[in-house]
């Protein structure tokens, strides 16, 4: 139970990250490349270490790599995203 609740939120906030992102890109119109360039580091840097937040928590993909993706998607977010992401999920 503990797993799927952490799941819920977690993809609760990365769908909410990648609204964000395609809010930026595509409906306002701007590009903005410091949200790119973070975007492709934290996917760049999940994939390359294997980093995989879902797996950790025993979510397991049949999509080969898309636990590091939605790593790099959160940590693309900011460090101050990460750690309200931390404490909404220690209050738990």
Known sequence: MENKTFGIITFAILIEGI???????????????????????GITVSVAYKLDLPKYFNLKSEIPYFGCIVTGILLSRGSNYVADLIQKLSSL
Not at 19 to 41: R, V
């Open 19 to 41: 609204i964000t992102y395609l809010n930026q890109f595509f409906i306002n119109g701007e590009f903005c490349w410091e949200m790119a360039l973070s975007l492709a580091l």
